[in-house]
């Protein structure tokens, strides 16, 4: 066996697939046997090192990628599905993925990019971001450069994963769970079957994808913007339209965290790092992570400040100065959520005036 294998036992594999250029390095692609032939758990990023991995963990599988019968998508991001039109390809299977996500794919790859730099610029604006970081993004708009970006040719699902279904897999048992937070239609798979080793302390095991992973805390931005793509007017910050319709992703990610520890698997597959046991206690930690977060930032927001404002004085893995452009871009989107989630809970709220929008704690 290939030592980007590895047999996890009762007809189920994992393969490393590199991510090129990545600090996470590789994406886990889970490979599930069934009576149709074997069904992949994510691809993969679209890259050619990427896809000659996946052929021969599939062959040390002891399969042929033609056998392949389907593919189940956790999220849309590119370490996931990039590869699925290649599978399709090879092999005719079908790709199932949440209708959320599905949306998401559809919009990106309808966006015109020059839309998709008016909006990005649009939202670091109207975040507080100053102008030498908004610079480049505007002169690649003036030279016309239409930026490209992962995803624009990314394959389109042909069948949706509904939340609590128990999926169409002969002789299989897996029931999908939707845990919308790092993503609008993420989807963790639980595999409702004894543990091969008969592991006590819960029940089955569970394809985690971004959604618990056992040392990274997975992003939580803001969702796009349904609207962004056609709309640059359609950025919108952390206050956005009123009421229960706002997305609160961050909110919907410790709904989902929860939903996840009650479920108790006895092992967690997940799509980065490696296999783990303690879902229960890594849960409790995520969930104990974004709440110490939130209070400082109620504390930091004692002073009014832009989420640009605050993603700086936010910790992060290493001092503002250090991170690098696009990744700033990032904690802006996190800095967002989390006040967005702060708005809601009434803790937080927008400073009338001008300008960049300012919040303080209420
Ligand atoms: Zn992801
Ligand atoms: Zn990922």
Not at 18 to 35: A, Q
Not at 77 to 84: A, C, E, T
Not at 127 to 152: C, K, V, Y
Not at 224 to 241: C, H, I, L, V
Request: hydrophobic share 35%; net charge negative; proline share 9%.
């Amino acid at each position: 066996m290939t030592p980007q294998v590895t047999d996890h036992k009762g007809g189920v594999w994992s393969i490393a697939v590199p991510i090129p250029d990545n600090p996470l390095g590789h994406t886990l692609v889970h490979l599930l046997e069934t009576d149709r032939g074997p069904v992949l758990i994510d691809t993969g990023w679209d890259d050619p090192d990427s896809w000659t991995t996946l052929v021969a963990g599939i062959t040390a599988c002891g399969f042929a990628p033609a056998e392949l019968h389907g593919v189940l998508i956790t999220h849309h991001h590119p370490d996931h599905h990039g590869l699925s039109g290649k599978v399709r390809e090879a092999s005719g299977a079908w790709i199932a993925m949440h209708a959320a996500d599905t949306a998401v794919v559809r919009r990106t790859r309808e966006a015109e990019p020059g839309r998709w730099l008016d909006q990005l610029t649009a939202r670091l604006a109207a975040a507080g971001a100053p102008d030498e970081h908004l610079a480049p993004l505007r002169e690649a708009r003036a030279q016309g450069r239409g930026r490209t970006f992962p995803g624009q040719g990314a394959a389109l699902p042909d069948r949706d994963i509904g939340p609590g279904e128990l999926l169409d897999l002969p002789g299989r048992r897996v029931r999908a769970l939707w845990t919308p937070g790092h993503t609008p239609g993420h989807v963790c798979l639980h595999l409702e079957e004894e543990h091969p080793s008969g592991r006590a302390g819960g029940f089955g095991r569970l394809f985690s994808g971004d959604h618990l992973l056992p040392g990274i805390t997975p992003h939580i931005g803001l969702y796009e913007d349904p609207k962004g793509a056609e709309d640059p007017k359609g950025a919108q910050g952390p206050e956005a339209p009123e009421g229960d319709a706002v997305p609160d992703p961050l909110g919907d990610y410790l709904d989902s965290l929860e939903r996840v520890g009650k479920l108790a698997p006895a092992e967690v597959l997940p799509a980065h790092q490696h296999a783990f046991t303690d879902a229960v206690g890594r849960v409790r930690e995520l969930i104990a992570h974004h709440e110490e977060r939130l209070r400082r930032l109620r504390e930091l927001l004692r002073e009014p400040r832009t989420p640009w404002q605050l993603a700086m004085a936010m910790e992060w893995n290493r001092p503002w100065e250090q991170i690098p452009y696009a990744s700033r871009n990032i904690a802006v989107s996190e800095a967002e959520a989390h006040l967005r989630r702060l708005v809601k809970q009434g803790q937080a709220e927008r400073v009338p005036g001008a300008g960049p929008v300012r919040y303080q704690a209420a």
